[in-house]
């Protein structure tokens, strides 16, 4: 097949390739290679199926009718196996927000591009689907209870059955059938990309230009935004996440308004399917392959589904306890919560009070909006409860000591007692209105005030500054 891409690329370019080097194809099974001669860089594809290259091309012709950045096809083979298509590079959007992996906040640029990204996929899922022909697509035409079906069983056997846990197959059959049915109420005529993720955009000349969409067929809109939000191994903090649901719910004003409640209950829904096809991915990847990267992933993947599935509230109760069960073998349990982690928050009450992602509700609610606000004074109002000029405003004007103090003393019985009796988890959170000036105040104070006492890990998280970092246990 090299000496087809060769002819291919010689078709294209004008003369045979110097340079062919085969490129990661992260667990797909398509083949793709990096093909050079003098200034001119292609990648060559070889795939295992014909009619697969056929969904990609008529894809990739219909995503750049519709003004949608995606690779061009620019030659394919006599037998369908192989093309070459422009080269984007090498970065991913993975690979471009791994500086905000790294430092457990998101930084400005990687929120910007991801929501930029968001705003593209609502042309994406009408614009595309308009003149789109769904007899191209490959292996089916439409998300319908088939497909369904195949990846919730893709969980059964090829994650729960390697784990190893005993289970009731009746009872998750039973609330398999209950979600396939809420997922097929409102699939739409729009096209679904189905790996929507930031593995599958790539950033070229600045702008994102999506790829590996040859599984897209016809689908529901809360699919694919599921799967780039959920994206376990992306490490989404909860106000990036919701960062990107406000930016795709703005672009899609412009082809339909959906209720945002209604909208969340629904991204919910698709967020624990997503989830436990994932987690099918990760065992059979991790489990059965023995590959390292996925087997690491699963312990977020099953907090993620943990979180989804206490969101709708005792729906899918075999199921919740299921993945609890699983989640608490110690194969999947991180070392980093050995011990106990004090979770500490600023937030504003404009946007909610912080969900508790450890599952346990062990903590408190601290609500700061009595104490003289420093945001209502205009020298104050682009500063945060970290800056000196705030800080000496609240301790000279404010009743915000006394306030404190009361504090300490609930956080300080909490902690004493959850460290003597071996639990892993506290979560403290401060709110005010902007969540920018007292409830940053507050947290810092008392999340030093806990690191210094006790000696025990605190994470740090001011949600309105997009901040966060860690005080190591001692």
């Known amino acids: 097949m090299i000496a087809t891409l060769n002819d291919l690329f010689e078709n294209v370019a004008g003369c045979r390739a110097v340079s062919v080097v085969k490129l990661s194809g992260d667990g797909s099974n398509r083949s793709y290679y990096r093909m050079c001669a003098g200034d001119v860089s292609l990648i060559g594809v070889v795939g295992t199926c014909v009619e697969e290259n056929a ?8 995503f750049l009718a519709c003004g949608v950045d995606a690779p061009r096809v620019l030659a394919v083979s006599a037998c369908g196996l192989c093309y070459v298509q422009e080269d984007l590079g090498d970065v991913s959007l993975f690979a ?41 697509c490959y292996p089916v035409a439409q998300f319908d209870r088939r497909t369904v079906m195949w990846d919730l069983n893709y969980f059964k056997y090829c994650f729960l059955k390697g784990v190893g846990v005993e289970f009731n197959e009746s ?30 955009v790539m950033i070229h000349d600045g702008r994102p230009f999506f790829i590996d969409f040859q599984g897209g067929r016809r689908g529901p809109i809360y699919y694919d935004v599921a799967s780039f939000v959920g994206q376990a191994r992306a490490c989404y903090t909860p106000d990036v996440v919701e960062r990107m649901v406000d930016a795709y719910l703005c672009a899609l004003d412009e082809y339909i308004h959906v209720e945002r409640a209604a909208f969340m209950r629904a991204l919910t829904l698709f967020r624990v399917f997503r989830l436990l096809q994932n987690l099918g991915t990760y065992g059979f990847r991790g489990l059965y392959e023995h590959k390292k990267a996925f087997v690491e992933t699963i312990p977020g993947a099953l907090a993620q589904l943990t979180e989804q599935l206490a969101l709708l509230r005792g729906e899918f109760p075999y199921m919740a306890r299921l993945v609890a069960e699983i989640a608490a073998l110690p194969m999947f349990v991180k070392q980093q919560q050995d011990g106990l982690t004090v979770d500490v928050m600023s937030f504003s009450y404009r946007r909610g009070i912080p969900d508790d992602y450890s599952g346990n509700g062990g ?75 007292r409830s940053v105040y507050s947290a810092e104070h008392i999340a030093r005030h806990v690191a210094e006492k006790f000696g025990v890990r605190v994470v740090v998280t001011h949600k309105m500054l997009n901040k966060k970092y860690v005080i190591d246990a001692k």
């Open 55 to 62: 969904a990609f091309v008529a894809m990739s012709e219909r």
């Open 96 to 136: 471009y927000m791994k500086e905000s992996r790294d430092a457990g906040c998101f930084l400005g640029k990687d929120v910007d591009m991801l929501c930029r990204v968001m705003s593209v996929l609502p042309r994406i899922q009408f614009d595309v689907a308009a003149g789109f022909d769904f007899s191209k």
């Open 171 to 200: 009872l998750l059959e039973d609330e398999f059938e209950k979600l396939a049915v809420l997922l097929l109420s409102d699939c739409g005529n729009t096209f679904m990309y189905r790996d929507f993720q930031s593995r599958n």
């Open 363 to 437: 903590g408190f609610v601290f609500d700061c909006r009595a104490i003289h606000n420093p945001g209502r004074y205009e020298p104050y109002k682009k500063l945060c409860g970290m800056d000196k000029p705030v800080m000496e405003f609240l301790e000279r004007e404010s009743n915000i000591a006394a306030f404190l103090e009361n504090a300490y003393a609930l956080v300080d019985n909490m902690v004493d007692t959850y460290k003597k009796r071996g639990f892993t988890h506290i979560q403290v959170c401060c709110g005010c209105t902007g969540g920018q000036h």
